[in-house]
């Protein structure tokens, strides 16, 4: 059974910098698409960036510039440097593993940007 846990979230003040992790147990195959989803405080959950096997990274337009997501296949691991970080930023920050059969989430790790 695959299971993805995230690690990286916690406190920072505006203008720092934090760096999410995601791994991937119980599967010894990679996966097609690996993303990081946010969801705000009576927000809906909105795509982050994400990642391709063989193509580019697309972000939201709200983090273009500030954060980078990069994967590790060999790892099955997936992560988001987040710099300049804005108080808007503040949400839980969900990993998404996407493969033929199987979409899986992470459990979620709070991010909080104070000003």
Same mark, same amino acid.
């Given at each position: 059974? @695959?299971?993805? @846990?995230?690690?990286?979230?916690?406190?920072?003040?505006?203008? #720092?910098?934090?760096?999410?992790?995601?791994?991937?147990?119980?599967?010894?195959?990679?996966?097609?698409? /690996?993303?990081?989803?946010?969801?705000?405080?009576?927000?809906?959950?909105?795509? @982050?960036?994400?990642?391709?096997? #063989?193509? #580019?990274?697309?972000?939201?337009?709200?983090?273009?510039?500030r954060f980078t997501i990069s994967r590790?296949?060999?790892?099955?691991?997936?992560?988001?440097? /987040?710099n300049s970080l804005k108080v808007e930023d503040t949400?839980?920050?969900?990993?998404?593993?996407?493969?033929?059969?199987?979409?899986?989430?992470?459990?979620?790790?709070?991010?909080?940007?104070?000003?």
């Amino acid at each position: 059974q @695959v299971r993805l @846990v995230e690690s990286g979230g916690g406190l920072v003040q505006a203008g #720092g910098s934090l760096n999410l992790s995601c791994a991937a147990s119980g599967s010894d195959s990679s996966f097609n698409v /690996m993303g990081w989803y946010r969801q705000a405080p009576g927000k809906q959950r909105e795509l @982050v960036a994400r990642v391709t096997s #063989g193509g #580019g990274p697309n972000y939201a337009d709200s983090v273009k510039g500030r954060f980078t997501i990069s994967r590790d296949n060999a790892k099955n691991t997936l992560y988001l440097q /987040m710099n300049s970080l804005k108080v808007e930023d503040t949400a839980v920050y969900y990993c998404n593993f996407v493969r033929r059969g199987g979409i899986y989430w992470g459990q979620g790790t709070q991010v909080t940007v104070s000003s």
